[in-house]
């Protein structure tokens, strides 16, 4: 078995930069994951993963081995794991995947289909918490417009403990999806502020895409105006709006629901 224990070792200088450039991740196809159930739920999600390392102080051999399977397994000292970890609480093993492809075209729905859609989100824990909640409820798919934020970034692949992994997941221009929304003959339904109804009152028993927007612009007007129907959650309280991850919980589940669950 391969050993490294120097950060000098230009292997681990690649890693880093994985750790920390999108456009590394972008140019190589690949991004680091940390922490067995991570590593687990990623392999079962069809990723590749081409190398463990395994911080041998903190994560046992055989725990590393069980997850290696076909990848290249290499052991590291402590310096170099805590130079890779994005998280102080990773146990000691990480692993370099390859990322998957996310057109639209590579999605494939079920007859019934329940889609999030998200335009632009930039918070990386936003986008974990709407990720874990698409996995809470099985959706079909999660589609980001207008993507402003890598997804294979270690802020999000921590925030979404995993749920990366576990969703389909889809990005296009608004225009896209849209076109591609009409294509599949699914219902979209935009929560907004404007000319909107009540969430409750429709129906999303058949296709149906839930779409949110971010908190401090709301969706754009291309949305409103290509919607099956705007909808709004009712608020009683002082403020209009409420965390975008929350508000996408109460309408998937809502519909899920209406579904039976």
Not at 61 to 66: D, H
Not at 82 to 105: F, N, P
Request: proline share 3%.
């Amino acid at each position: 078995m391969k050993q490294i224990t120097s950060i000098q070792n230009p292997f681990i200088k690649t890693l880093v930069l994985l750790q920390e450039k999108a456009k590394n991740r972008k140019q190589s196809g690949s991004f680091l994951i940390e922490g067995q159930r991570e590593i687990s739920l990623a392999q079962k999600g069809g990723y590749e993963v081409e190398t463990i390392l395994f911080a041998p102080e903190i994560c046992s051999e055989s725990a590393a081995r069980k997850l290696s399977k076909s990848a290249e397994l290499i052991e590291i000292n402590t310096a170099i794991f805590q130079k890779l970890a994005y998280r102080d609480t990773t146990e000691g093993i990480l692993a370099v995947a390859k990322t998957k492809s996310m057109h639209l075209s590579d999605l494939k729905l079920s007859e019934n289909p329940l889609i999030l859609i998200a335009e632009a989100p930039e918070k990386p824990g936003n986008i974990g918490a709407l990720l874990r909640t698409a996995d809470a409820a099985n959706l079909d798919a999660v589609i980001v417009a207008n993507p402003k934020s890598d997804l294979y970034s270690p802020n999000i692949v921590r925030s979404s403990v995993g749920c990366l992994f576990t969703n389909q997941i889809a990005t296009g221009t608004t225009a896209e999806i849209i076109a591609f929304l009409k294509e599949k003959k699914i219902n979209f339904y935009c929560a907004t502020l404007q000319n909107s109804t009540a969430y409750h009152t429709q129906d999303y028993t058949t296709p149906t895409a839930l779409i949110v927007g971010t908190e401090a612009t709301g969706l754009t007007q291309e949305w409103r105006d290509a919607a099956t129907q705007n909808i709004i959650i009712p608020m009683q309280g002082e403020i209009d709006s409420m965390n975008v991850s929350v508000a996408a919980a109460i309408l998937i589940f809502e519909a899920k629901r209406q579904r039976g669950f």
